[in-house]
């Protein structure tokens, strides 16, 4: 079986949290989705665990981050093609999401954007040509 992730998120509101990633491209299970989360699936091994602030409390016993005030994490999708990184940030935007919160990044063989969602979490959305890459110094941070 291969690994899988589940990013698991506070929202404030479960319904519009649901819809807005619905209309990015993620895919409602209702098996693992009642009243207080839904699980977005993004592919087979990816999934998004959209939680109530009460239901994520369950979890931890720290406070849950305002996301629009404070970094928590920052989160990276990978995209097939630069026309589809553009594609989900438009559908992001439209659907109620921030466009690139951060900057855009075209190095030629890599291509990333990213959107906030309504409740403040930041993602990356990014396409990279793996071939080019080896053909490319090595990437440090200075």
């Not at 075209?106 to 080896?134: K, N, Q």
Request: one cysteine or more; aromatic letters at 10%; glycine letters at 6%.
């Amino acid at each position: 079986m291969p690994k899988m992730i589940f990013v698991n998120l506070p929202v404030t509101d479960l319904t519009r949290a649901t819809a807005f990633y619905e209309a990015i491209g993620a895919v409602k299970n209702p098996q693992f989705s009642d009243e207080t989360e839904s699980c977005m699936v993004f592919s087979e091994t990816i999934y998004a665990m959209l939680l109530t602030h009460d239901k994520f409390r369950q979890f931890t016993p720290k406070t849950i981050a305002d996301a629009k005030t404070s970094s928590e994490v920052l989160i990276c999708l990978s995209a097939d093609s630069r026309d589809a990184v553009d594609d989900i940030v438009g559908k992001a935007k439209t659907s109620g999401g921030a466009a690139d919160p951060g900057p855009k990044q075209d190095l030629g063989f890599m291509y990333g954007r990213s959107f906030e969602d309504p409740d403040g979490h930041i993602w990356e959305v990014m396409w990279m040509d793996v071939a080019a890459v080896t053909t490319q110094p090595a990437m440090t941070n200075a």
